[in-house]
């Protein structure tokens, strides 16, 4: 099936800058990603998604960033805070198609 | 507005038995899909259901199953248990809107353990 991957399994941030999650996706049919943060005894938590119409898009401290040529997206986080450590997913879907492809994860720590 | 509520959150079987899970959508979600998370193969899609309709299919074998009702809560149902599906279960709802592809939602999942 398709692949989504993650280049990072683990990435480590001081509290205050900023982290960058990458994943690669391999499916170019794919045009809905979604990026999930996924804490410790929880249920993944929509963060963000954006549409292959869209290289960019913007919410609350976060930032989506898609790149169709190389299949890449990657998620930015500004002035993290530990409350941001969690593991995070890249998923991939075929618009009307509704069947998600998760990336393996990346796990974020913060340190204070 | 509540969000997706799935039950029991804990269980525990032993192999060759049948399991079965249960998830209620947010409301006014008629979506639900249901994903399997494991350590090793992370997040992998199971099944989807849409106006009590199987929508689409992962690539697991016949021993899982699932079934939505006409207010749109889900089961899924896993039979002759085996080791293996040991995992955390993920059931996820989304409108969608019409037939195509709208954000899900998760709920906190049940993590099952076979012995």
């Known amino acids: 099936g398709e692949s989504v991957g993650l280049h990072l399994p683990t990435l480590s941030v001081q509290e205050g800058d900023n982290s960058i999650i990458n994943c690669a996706y391999s499916n170019s049919a794919s045009d809905y990603f979604i990026w999930y943060k996924q804490e410790s005894g929880k249920g993944p938590q929509f963060i963000i998604d954006?549409?292959?119409?869209?290289d960019k898009r913007q919410g609350q401290r976060v930032t989506v960033l898609l790149n169709k040529t190389v299949k890449h997206l990657s998620l930015q986080i500004a002035a993290t805070q530990p409350g941001d450590s969690a593991v995070y997913f890249c998923a991939e879907t075929r618009y009307n198609f509704n069947k998600f492809y998760f990336g393996s994860g990346t796990k974020l720590n913060v340190k204070p | 507005k509540a969000g997706v509520t799935q039950t029991p959150r804990y269980l525990i079987k032993t192999r060759g038995q049948q399991v079965t899970l249960s998830c209620s959508p947010i409301?006014?979600?008629?979506?639900v899909s249901w994903y399997q998370q494991t350590p090793g193969q992370g997040l992998q899609f199971l099944f989807e259901y849409f106006s009590e309709t199987q929508r689409n299919k992962g690539n697991f074998p016949g021993r899982f199953s699932g079934r939505q009702f006409s207010n749109s809560r889900s089961e899924m149902n896993v039979s002759t248990l085996e080791l293996g599906d040991s995992a955390l279960y993920l059931c996820a709802s989304s409108l969608p809107i019409a037939a195509g592809t709208d954000t899900q939602y998760f709920g906190p999942g049940t993590r099952l353990t076979v012995l």
């Open positions: 409301s006014g979600h008629r979506s």
């Open positions: 954006i549409r292959s119409n869209m």
